[in-house]
């Protein structure tokens, strides 16, 4: 069973912040990079953050770069997603992906996440 499952989303303030976690089972996680990706309703999906196995490829977007960090925990087949100084536009479903060498590009993805809801709001 080839799975992953994203945690950490809620309700923040803006200004705020959350961590979000990528957990996975059933693969070669070494031979996989792992992104973040977000999609808000009625927009399109787009890609945050991306990381290679050995974190020596790392990638932000612009819109979330000086704010996210992205890190890696290999041991523990684990991703996160640092999010600080979230603003209202941050809010959106988060879902993380698994690709064979592909950061710092969104595409070609083989597995992906159900996602975790990140909603920033007063």
């Known amino acids: 069973q080839y799975q992953l499952v994203e945690s950490g989303g809620g309700l923040v303030q803006p200004g705020g912040s959350l961590r979000l976690s990528c957990a996975a089972s059933g693969f070669t996680w070494d031979y996989y990079d792992i992104a973040w990706f977000r999609q808000a309703p009625g927009k399109e999906r787009e890609g945050v953050s991306c990381i290679s196995p050995s974190g020596g490829r790392i990638n932000y977007a612009d819109s979330v770069k000086g704010r996210f960090t992205i890190s890696r925990d290999n041991a523990k087949n684990t991703v996160y997603l640092q999010m600080n100084s979230l603003k209202p536009e941050d809010t959106a479903s988060y879902y993380c992906?698994?690709?064979?060498?592909?950061?710092?590009?969104?595409?070609?993805?083989?597995?992906w996440g159900k996602g975790t809801l990140v909603t920033v709001s007063s």
């Open positions: 992906a698994a690709s064979r060498a592909t950061c710092p590009y969104y595409f070609g993805m083989n597995y």
